[in-house]
């Protein structure tokens, strides 16, 4: 069998590029079978992948006994809730392109026969992903696994989004020091992407249901030994997917991402799965059109109310059958195809036969969900004629429709000192603007914000509209993915402070209730601000990102 890794191994032409692989210290023999790259984002930097070393090595161990020679090399990662509530932020985003691009380099620059990621939090998975489709050589996914939920002093379980509602509740005087300290010693337990459903878990269960992993790859805890199992497991997978030439293109068809999409609804993923998904399909030459997931949703119900939606944990979802439940109780109403093809070398049907819900309020039946339609919307109107999009399954009742007057803000920065001021009152939307992938420049997100708001008490009654997004952890009326941008001359740009804005998230609908004369004559007078940013990367970005509704590529 002529392998890829041919091109730096086999014939004379090639022994220069050969003596340096046995500068690697690499024998005779490992060089003459695949060689497969091992793409391993650990670091000391990030919780999430703290552990990841000892993936890698089961990975590796696993590729060694289906009869391969792994070659490891890292990728970036950065910790959204590390870099979160200051300029690092901006850096969330554009880590995505920088570990697709980096990921691609090594990997062509190689001749890798085949890729084993080994990805965790947030933006990493989605690099990977985007790498994986464009480079379409065979490929598989691991992930480091979540973080097992914390328990405070009194018993009651606590996590990450927790943690950033007690600052609000501080700044309103319902918790004091001491209970902040409770939360900040206890909300992050172990290693592992934090343990509610937000975007980190949300991509990496989405992998699972995209078919471009094993089962358990999104819901096995970090600590637990199956995930050590799963990655020795994942090691001898791809050499059968070596030596089948089942690759990424092969798998991420137009069918699987709406495969995607339905367990997105029913899980009640992050609101960054609409930036994802895009992104990951236009490396895979499939188009999502953001406005799609609307009909998935409306025939998809949620079925699962994890944190920041309720009270239950990845742990708890795993425990209750994990990915393949809900892709099975989907399945049995018609709600996804069975058919396709995936990296466990069987069809989804064939992955998911048998696998039956063993807890049903952690994954409530078809028959019984939390809502009949999904747990994202996509909203348009004259203030995102392009879209904006909400996670609706962790919006209050009330909340669904509201009405108010519009408190302006042009940064992120500016909004929160408002807040913890208490400048903010019942009624209110706050509208976040300049914050959007080019006018952030990098599309922070907005947990601090939309915590403070939780903290205070003030999520039954008051929106937050940003062109900016959220973390996975944003519960609350949280509208974010404003399109187009205000730096690009979107309407958000127009907004002025007391303007009456209508919000109906079932009608998918957002109205800023000024005339289209007006909305004229204010456009006629708006000038487009210097950029935040002119130097490295981030200026580099700004000018070749596309709007949130695309999936804030890079062309």
Known sequence: MKYRSDNIKSGVERTPNLSLLYALGLTKEEISRPIIGVVNSFSEVVPGHMHLDKIAQAVKEGIYAAGGTPMMFPAIAVCDGIAMGHVGMKYSLVSRDLVADS????????????????????????????????????????????????????????????????????????????GVDDYTENACPSCGSCSGMYTANSMNCLTEAIGMSLRGNGTIPAPYSARIRLAKLTGMKIMELVKNNIRPRDIMTSDAFNNAEAVDMALGCSTNTMLHLPAIAHEAGVKIDLSHANEISERTPNLCH?????????????????????????????????????????????????IEILDNEIIRPVSNPYSKTGGIAVLKGNLAPDG????????????MKHEGPARVFD???????????????????????????????????????????????????????????FSGATRGASIGHVSPEAASGGNIALVHEGDIISIDINNYSITLKVSDEELAKRRAEWTAPEPKIKTGYLARYAKLVTSADKGAILE
């Not at 328990?151 to 309103?172: I, N, P, Q, W």
């Not at 742990?315 to 018609?334: F, H, I, P, T």
């Not at 300049?434 to 999520?459: F, H, Q, V, W």
């Open 388 to 399: 904006c999009v909400v996670k609706r399954s962790a919006v209050a009742q009330e909340m």
């Open 103 to 178: 990921t691609e380099a090594m990997a062509i620059a190689h001749q890798f026969d085949g890729l084993v990621l080994i990805p965790n939090c947030d933006k990493n998975v989605p690099g990977m992903l985007m790498a994986a489709a464009r480079l379409n050589i065979p490929a598989i996914f691991c992930a480091g696994g979540p973080m097992l939920a914390g328990h405070l002093k009194d018993g009651r379980r606590t996590c990450l989004s927790h943690m950033f509602e007690a600052v609000g509740a501080y700044h309103a005087g319902k918790l004091d020091e001491a």
């Open 411 to 469: 940064s992120e920065d500016e909004a929160i000192s408002t807040i913890y001021a208490g400048g903010i009152k019942a009624g209110d939307v706050v509208v976040i603007r300049y914050e959007g992938p080019k006018g952030g420049p990098g599309m922070r997100e907005m947990l601090n914000p939309t915590s403070a708001i939780c903290g205070m008490g003030l999520d039954t009654s008051v929106a937050l509209i940003t062109d900016g997004r």
């Open 306 to 354: 994890l944190a920041p939606a309720g009270d239950t944990f990845m742990e708890d979802l795993d425990r209750a059958g994990g990915v393949y439940a809900v892709m099975n109780e989907l399945a049995k109403n018609g709600l996804i195809k069975t058919d396709l093809i995936t990296a466990t070398g069987k069809t989804v049907g064939e992955n998911i036969s048998g």
